[in-house]
């Protein structure tokens, strides 16, 4: 992990006549490529997309706000943070990348790991306790999906509605972990607008829309899965979006949810991702938890690893729930 503090006024900072080398005229900088301390007055960042490691990025905040994205790809993950604090005029960028080890695949097991385990991380921000989530789905690029209009939209509010409400098949005669976590979602329909993330997979600026759905992002890393960003002002998130690729990728769901049993699908076709987990796993980043490490947690939602046909993060294991109160206490 790479962490780099940035001095960060909030106000408008008056630009030296020269700024330095690594300043750059272009929109792009490389988070390893700054110094440990930006001064404004010599390289104003605002506006500026930030890029880290495997092709996660994110655009700094005009509005003195901070951002986190975060980008699943099949055999690992990377995420980045621009946490801005107005007061001490400072921001912090942080850069991660989780790989599997030697690329060795995901294992068969059956749910009863995640079912006693225990661990989860937090993130930086959550939404105020006992809000209700207001989101939109975004119907996108859905025709290149593999999966039919209908299927594909179910599939999403499925995968949202399981992560707010804690859905899981580890407590007997209960679809759901007791007690729920003091948040809910509420659906608001479709929308023309997409997730403010770029065609390379890199957040953008918020638009006060919480967009989830299907996106071709033209130019992201070949086998990246989805992206997620989330825009917060101190530790209250304002804003999340949500994008699930189409370009390259197909996508399945079993038409009835299953409980239990061993991994992959049965009936699946090869080499397509199980969307109600891949989009569990993202809502579960815009609640606020973060990707947990390590292949011992590989049974958890919030394991960074996803192979074809897997639908294992579609259901919270213990870790997840205890994770989501922690920030949200329950209801």
């Known amino acids: 992990m790479l962490a780099i503090a940035l001095a960060f006024p909030v106000t408008p900072a008056v630009r030296a006549d020269r700024p330095p080398d690594w300043c750059g005229s272009g929109p792009g900088l490389r988070a390893g490529a700054l110094p440990p301390v ?53 921001a912090t960028i942080t850069e991660n990348r989780i790989a599997l080890p030697g690329g060795r695949p995901r294992e068969v097991r059956t749910t009863s790991g995640g079912c006693s385990d225990k661990a989860y991380k937090l993130g930086t921000s959550k939404w105020r306790r006992g809000t209700a989530i207001s989101w939109h789905y975004h119907r996108g690029t859905v025709k290149d999906s593999g999966l039919g209009a209908r299927r594909a939209a179910k599939a999403v ?10 859905r899981t098949d580890c407590v007997g ?17 479709t929308t023309g607008a997409r997730p403010n993330i770029g065609g ?29 960003c ?9 804003e ?22 061993p991994q992959p699908i049965p009936g699946c076709p090869s080499g397509r991702y199980e ?32 192979r074809p046909c ?14 989501l109160i922690k920030l949200y206490g329950a209801r």
Request: aromatic share 4%.
């Open 173 to 189: 005669g209960s679809k759901s972990f007791r007690p729920k976590p003091d948040i809910r979602q509420r659906y608001a329909g």
């Open 275 to 306: 969307a109600v987990s891949v989009t569990t796993h993202e809502m579960l980043h815009a609640l606020g938890l973060q990707h947990i490490e390590g292949t011992r947690h590989e049974n958890l939602s919030m394991s960074p690893f996803v």
């Open 200 to 228: 390379a997979g890199d957040c953008g600026d918020r638009d006060g829309t919480n967009s989830f759905g299907w996106t071709d992002l033209s130019s992201m890393e070949a086998d990246a899965l989805a992206v997620t």
């Open 310 to 323: 897997d639908d294992r993060a579609a259901t919270l294991g213990k870790g997840d729930h205890r994770g």
């Open 230 to 238: 989330l825009w917060h002002v101190g530790g209250t998130t304002q």
């Open 38 to 90: 930006v001064d404004l007055r010599e390289c104003d960042l605002r506006g500026k997309l930030i890029k880290g490691v495997n092709g996660v990025a994110a655009v700094v905040p005009r509005d003195g706000g901070s951002v986190v994205a975060h980008m699943l790809h099949r055999h690992e993950a990377s995420d980045l943070e621009i946490r801005v604090d107005a007061e001490a005029r400072t």
């Open 157 to 166: 509010r499925r995968g949202v509605s399981g992560a707010v409400g804690g």
């Open 240 to 261: 999340s979006d949500l994008a699930l690729q189409t370009r390259g990728k197909r996508w399945w769901t079993p038409r009835v949810p299953r409980r239990g049993g």
